[in-house]
């Protein structure tokens, strides 16, 4: 099994930049597709960004494209989410996900799951 430890929670301001860390253990991380899911209270879980295991492809929510970049790193067994130019609307929960090889949007079909990490953006 894979466990996965999310970092980098914290409050910004509006327009200010975060980053979030999701450390694997267990598995063979360069085999999953990773990706990070946010909700926020009252709204349903929704897809944030994927990245496939080689790295090469990147999948964003509208949302977000253009403010946030996934990225990952095999050796370190880390994917990281930088958050640009952040929002009110940004402010959740958000978690990382892994799957085997290949990204989906669909929160069900992934099969490991950190715990959260919480995102305040202020106005």
């Known amino acids: 099994q894979v466990q996965l430890v999310e970092s980098g929670a914290g409050l910004v301001q509006a327009g200010g930049s975060l980053r979030l860390s999701c450390a694997a253990s267990?598995?063979?991380?360069?085999?999953?597709?990773m990706a990070w899911f946010r909700q926020a209270p009252g709204k349903e879980r929704e897809f944030v960004a994927g990245?496939?295991?080689?790295?090469?492809?990147?999948y964003y929510a509208g949302s977000v494209k253009g403010r946030f970049t996934i990225s990952r790193d095999n050796d370190k067994k880390t994917v990281y989410l930088q958050m640009n130019n952040l929002k009110f609307e940004d402010t959740a929960v958000y978690y990382c996900?892994?799957?085997?090889?290949?990204?989906?949007?669909?929160?069900?079909?992934?099969?490991?799951w950190g715990q959260g990490t919480q995102v305040t953006v202020s106005s």
């Open positions: 267990g598995g063979t991380f360069s085999r999953y597709a």
């Open positions: 990245i496939s295991w080689t790295g090469s492809d990147t």
């Open positions: 996900a892994a799957r085997n090889y290949d990204i989906n949007r669909n929160a069900r079909l992934y099969d490991y």
